[in-house]
């Protein structure tokens, strides 16, 4: 069977949200964790592929905020169920009736304009049988009655796919981006850009840039690049984004 690729360090469970519902068992290993500001802090998720689904989140200038595991649909009584006490409740009335009674979806957003969407989250190769699906389908359904529509993500095995990579670059480097990103950097990097595309080995060695700063410079709209098919390498071709976020649109590549 293959593997899910890894993504980062692992956090402890006792010290972060879990969302609605215990994530599953892990059986002596570490659960996986990350932190995500717009996520409020430290969370817990089930797989790597949904800890880079949270990266994307993070940097995703459309996402005002979002949550793993947010609810539990129940399908039985084709309601949403938001805490472990109203989840407990929904079990107990249906006896001993779980797995086809139940979906819970691995993130819900809120997005910058107040909408609200929500997340399936597979690995590629991985996305599950007819049965599964079908009961994904009818919690669909269910989801769209209450306003949360729902999409399915299928994250490339490729843990060297340019979407992949990159979400790992961009996310710390928003954090990175408010020290060093200074207006004297901008006006340099907008004037070089003003005749056109420029290749990063270029850029970098035209104005004594670090490498290191391009996934700064990424993540906070001053350059723009094909960051869902292009890894920020040298060869990556930049252009000026004059405040432009929608290159950090990532997940938009994972719909199937």
Known sequence: MRSAPSYGVRSRRTTVNTGVRPTARTYGKARIGTYAEKAAGHITVESDPERLVAHMLSIDPRVRSFRQQPFTVDLVLERLLFTREELSEARKARGSRGGEAEYTPDFATVQADGLQHAYEVKLEGFEGDGRYWAKVERAREIMAAYCYPLSML??????????????????????????????????????????????????????????GLIPALLATGVLQADLAHQHICATLQLSAAYGDLSHLCLIEGLRP
């Open 154 to 211: 299928v994250v490339p095995a490729n843990e060297r796919h340019p979407a992949v990579v990159n979400a790992q670059l961009l996310k710390p480097a928003i954090l990175r981006a408010r020290e060093y990103v200074t207006p004297d950097i901008i006006d340099r990097v907008e004037r070089f850009c003003e005749s056109g595309p420029v290749l990063q080995r270029a850029l970098c060695a035209e104005l004594k840039i670090s490498t």
